[in-house]
């Protein structure tokens, strides 16, 4: 019987390529985002492409009003959701703490702290009842260390960092397991959300070596997600061959 996998922010990256995968791996999928068109598209796309249903919701997950909403919606069907990949998330800037945009401050941590927690909220009481699920977080090496100027955005994953030890902790009880992605330099639409479009300044970042690709993170969540029930796995950081630590490269 196949299992239902909610993914937020599956509009791109490392969301866009669990979800093909999981596709083709006995999930059926809700997918959620802000870009309808992007969502309608790769629904499309996988259903063409495999077996997989598939059920998207259009909403900003930093809106508890908004995400309260969006669930709610749900056909009765799609209520008994069994994977929850918590993968929205952020890095708007990079300045220093006396000169941090407090509107970056906001949106990094309204989706990646906040967002986890609203939907996070919403679909693991359903969990509880069924004592069965798995909750995977999106972490980073930013939860792990802290880089120069990237004070907030590395405040907001070590907070998902503890947030998935807390889970792991308030869940235990009920059988459900929760896992975090820790992955490094990801090339996706990170660095040019990061740099608010600037395409230049995004590529630099991964000049000079080989990073990870969203497939490398997708494949690494699908390992989790197909454990036997008596193993969890609580934490998987996952570095380039050309990564040692979040600013230490090897460029060729």
Request: net charge neutral; aromatic share 6%.
């Amino acid at each position: 019987m196949k299992r239902t996998a909610l993914i937020t922010g599956a509009t791109a990256g490392i969301g866009e390529e669990t979800a093909r995968l999981l596709s083709k791996n006995d999930f059926n999928l809700i997918l959620t985002g802000r870009r309808e068109e992007r969502l309608k598209k790769l629904a499309d796309e996988i259903t063409r492409d495999s077996e997989c249903k598939v059920h998207i919701l259009v909403f900003d997950i930093r809106s508890r009003e908004k995400t309260m909403e969006a669930v709610k919606s749900l056909p009765q069907e799609w209520m008994n959701i069994d994977v929850l990949l918590n993968n929205a998330g952020l890095a708007a800037g990079l300045n220093t703490i006396q000169e941090g945009v407090v509107d970056d401050w906001e949106q990094m941590i309204d989706t990646n702290i906040k967002g986890l927690l609203y939907i996070t909220r919403l679909i693991a009481p359903k969990m509880v009842e069924r004592n069965s699920g798995h909750i995977v977080n999106i972490s980073s090496i930013a939860g792990k260390e802290t880089y120069p100027m990237g004070n907030v955005y590395c405040a907001t994953k070590h907070a998902v960092q503890s947030l998935t030890q807390g889970m792991r902790l308030d869940m235990l009880k009920h059988g459900i397991k929760v896992s975090s992605v820790s992955p490094g330099a990801v090339e996706t639409e990170f660095s040019l959300v990061r740099f608010k479009g600037d395409k230049e300044k995004a590529d630099k970042v991964y000049e000079g070596f080989t990073p990870l690709f969203a497939k490398d993170i997708a494949e690494t969540i699908l390992f989790i997600l197909t454990r036997p029930a008596h193993v969890n796995i609580d934490d998987i950081l996952v570095m380039p061959t050309a990564q040692a630590f979040s600013r230490e490269f090897y460029r060729k």
